[in-house]
């Protein structure tokens, strides 16, 4: 049987061009909360080779199941029928959220790269 956790690999995002980064700021009751991938180093963004999605969880403290804030997926890298030109279009992996939540808890968030898989970050969400 698979262990999960061995699926997503981690890093810090400064080093490491996969890692999720995720910025939090409050404004009008609301934690918006921003995820993207490449901040410190650009990831690949080719027909072959790019993030197909962005997905931010949060695991409430002392909660036994976290909520699935929601996905952003990126659809366009490149593709054309007359191959890429200046038309083509590419979707930067950055998705934005808000949320409103009264308990302290974890935000996680997770990357797919078509190539190298799963990636993860978490950070504290303080109230
Ligand atoms: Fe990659």
Redesign the pocket.
């Known amino acids: 049987m698979t262990d999960m956790n061995t699926l997503f690999q981690s890093a810090d995002w400064k080093s490491e061009?996969?890692a999720p980064v995720i910025e939090v700021s409050k404004k009008d009751g609301y934690y918006w909360v921003d995820v993207s991938v490449g901040k410190e180093i650009a990831?690949?963004n080719t027909t072959t080779?790019?993030?197909r999605w962005i997905q931010l969880l949060f695991h409430p403290d002392g909660s036994k199941f976290p909520f699935e804030v929601g996905k952003v997926t990126f659809d366009a890298h490149g593709e054309s029928p007359e191959g890429p030109d200046t038309s083509t279009v590419f979707t930067e992996p950055r998705g934005h959220f808000a949320l409103k939540t009264g308990k302290p808890g974890k935000l996680i968030g997770l990357s797919y790269?078509?190539?190298?898989g799963l990636w993860r970050s978490t950070i504290n969400l303080n109230l």
């Open positions: 061009k996969h990831h690949p080779h790019h993030i790269c078509n190539i190298h």
